[in-house]
């Protein structure tokens, strides 16, 4: 299985400015048909998970631009430019490049 | 946009089993996947396995192969996620998701307490 690792486990941030959460990968996420499936979730609390950024960078339909995601092969970064209170939640990124699909462990984004 | 809408919570006993319905809306059924995602209390996501409705074809993750069945009801446009021999570390809250992830379920809490 495809070991998802993300860094760091808590990500305190002050209203207004920036997060980074970083994912790696056991092995190349590139799959044999070019693309590479890494998504980003965002769990909000009481909440289920929503699709953030799918492909390493395609922000999903009604995602605010200030989520961006970059990366390849096996380093992945989610980026939020300036924080605000409604991001407050835990952050994973997942692979569906290989079954079985696999989940970072989460990074939980809270508020100074 | 599809819409899924999942059974409600359930409370079983060690060692039955239980099963948890997925109905779809809002979209073609037949035309996307779905899958099984289980979250233990205060713990991450875990991939159980996937369904293609229009194949009838099912994966699962070697950790629930033979316990866990996955089938889908194209008339109804329903998906169903069945697990047996169900243990305590089985509580969980389990969600169905299509496609890519795109949309989810609202969640079913199973309690398996003695």
């Known amino acids: 299985d495809i070991v998802m690792t993300q860094t760091p486990l808590s990500s305190p941030v002050t209203l207004g400015q920036p997060a980074s959460i970083s994912c790696r990968s056991s092995?190349?996420?590139?799959?044999?048909?070019?693309?590479?499936?890494l998504s980003w979730l965002q769990q909000r609390p009481g909440q289920p998970p929503r699709l953030l950024i799918y492909k390493i960078s395609n922000r999903f339909s009604g995602v605010p631009d200030r989520f961006s995601g970059s990366g390849a092969g096996t380093d992945f970064t989610l980026k939020i430019s300036r924080v605000e209170a409604e991001d407050v939640g835990v952050y994973y990124c997942m692979q569906a490049t290989q079954f079985p699909l696999t989940f970072g462990g989460g990074t939980k984004v809270e508020i100074k | 946009q599809v819409q899924l809408v999942q059974s409600g919570a359930e409370v079983k006993k060690p060692g039955s089993s239980v099963k948890v319905s997925c109905k779809a809306s809002?979209?073609?059924?037949?035309?996307?996947?779905i899958s099984w995602v289980r979250q233990a209390p205060g713990q991450g996501l875990e991939w159980m396995g996937r369904i293609i409705p229009i194949l009838g074809i099912a994966n699962y993750a070697q950790k629930f192969q033979g316990r866990v069945t996955i089938t889908a009801d194209k008339s109804t446009s329903t998906a169903y996620m069945e697990l047996s021999s169900l243990r305590s570390e089985d509580t969980a809250v389990y969600y169905c998701?299509?496609?890519?992830?795109?949309?989810w379920g609202q969640g079913t809490t199973v309690t398996v307490s003695s």
């Open positions: 998701a299509s496609g890519g992830m795109d949309v």
């Open positions: 809002g979209g073609t059924f037949s035309s996307y996947t």
């Open positions: 092995q190349s996420l590139v799959h044999s048909d070019g693309n590479t499936y």
